[in-house]
T-cell receptor, first 113, second 113 residues
Framework: GENVEQHPSTLSVQEGDSAVIKCTYS??????FPWYKQELGKRPQLIID?????GEKKDQRIAVTLNKTAKHFSLHITETQPEDSAVYFC????????????FGSGTQLTVLP | DVKVTQSSRYLVKRTGEKVFLECVQD?????MFWYRQDPGLGLRLIYF???????EKGDIPEGYSVSREKKERFSLILESASTNQTSMYLC????????????FGPGTRLTVT
């Protein structure tokens, strides 16, 4: 089945700096790559996603890039703010089922004021 | 606004007890999922269902069962709770044959003593 690896597990940045979180996946048939943000004590919520026919997608301060050849995708957050502090999860569709997602292990992002 | 609710936020049970966790969604979603969230392990799929009375095993089904008698409700059952099932349990739902966004419930923190 699909295997998704996420790095780093923890990331601290100064407010205003950029943050990058990287994920690799194993199944070349995966075609959907969402990113979820989970604030402390809250449920995970989708912040951005990308499909395999697109190389990059941006939404204000966040962007996701996808390299299908290398089987990796990344989340980029620019001009970080304290409210960006959270756990971020990447995911990819599971081999054999477009309905299922396999999640990475998560990255704890801390934005220091 | 999609709403996914779970029956309890916190639950404390004794070893050997039968435990029921319930999830309800109000968006007429076909797909429902149960995940387990542990630090450093991300979200791991226990079971999912893509239709009433249908169920599929996820990555870690051992020690769990599920029930989906109505489209809006998906129950996770621990037949005989054990201490290694102490965890955060998250329910999610999504529409159609995918891949689409999964909407999460607030989670149930289960402690088995």
């Amino acid at each position: 089945g699909e295997n998704v690896e996420q790095h780093p597990s923890t990331l601290s940045v100064q407010e205003g700096d950029s943050a990058v979180i990287k994920c690799t996946y194993s199944d070349s048939a995966s075609n959907y790559f969402p990113w979820y943000k989970q604030e402390l004590g809250k449920r995970p919520q989708l912040i951005i996603d990308i499909r395999s026919n697109v190389g990059e997608k941006k939404d204000q301060r966040i962007a996701v890039t996808l390299n299908k050849t290398a089987k990796h995708f990344s989340l980029h957050i620019t001009e970080t703010q304290p409210e960006d502090s959270a756990v971020y999860f990447c995911a990819a569709t599971t081999s054999g089922s477009a309905r299922q997602l396999t999640f990475g292990s998560g990255t704890q992002l801390t934005v220091l004021p | 606004d999609v709403k996914v609710t779970q029956s309890s936020r916190y639950l404390v049970k004794r070893t050997g007890e039968k435990v029921f966790l319930e999830c309800v969604q109000d968006m007429d979603h076909e797909n429902m999922f149960w995940y387990r969230q542990d630090p450093g392990l991300g979200l791991r799929l226990i079971y999912f269902s893509y239709d009433v009375k249908m169920k599929e095993k996820g990555d870690i089904p051992e020690g769990y069962s599920v029930s989906r008698e109505k489209k809006e409700r998906f129950s996770l059952i621990l037949e005989s709770a054990s201490t290694n099932q102490t965890s955060m349990y998250l329910c999610a739902s999504s529409s159609g044959q995918g891949p689409y966004e999964q909407y999460f419930g607030p989670g149930t923190r289960l402690t088995v003593t």
